[in-house]
């Protein structure tokens, strides 16, 4: 479980992907999530479950 204020980080240059993703725990019902290919973001939205960001993940 993701504490409320912290980010984590799917994918990008580091690992040799192109694409990144950015969760944000905003609130404890409420996650921001980023979609970046290279260092353009191309997507955020903002989302109240751990189902919904693994969609917009599996989505993008």
Avoid: A, C, Q, W
């Avoid at 204020?5 to 040799?16: D, K």
């Avoid at 950015?22 to 290279?38: G, N, Q």
């Amino acid at each position: 479980m993701l504490p409320v204020g912290e980010i984590y980080t799917i994918g990008g240059v580091s690992v040799g992907e192109d694409k990144r993703y950015e969760i944000h725990k905003v609130t404890d019902r409420e996650y921001k999530v980023s979609v970046f290919e290279l260092m353009i973001r191309l997507y955020v939205d903002y989302v109240e479950s751990p189902e919904e960001v693994l969609r917009i993940i599996e989505t993008n």
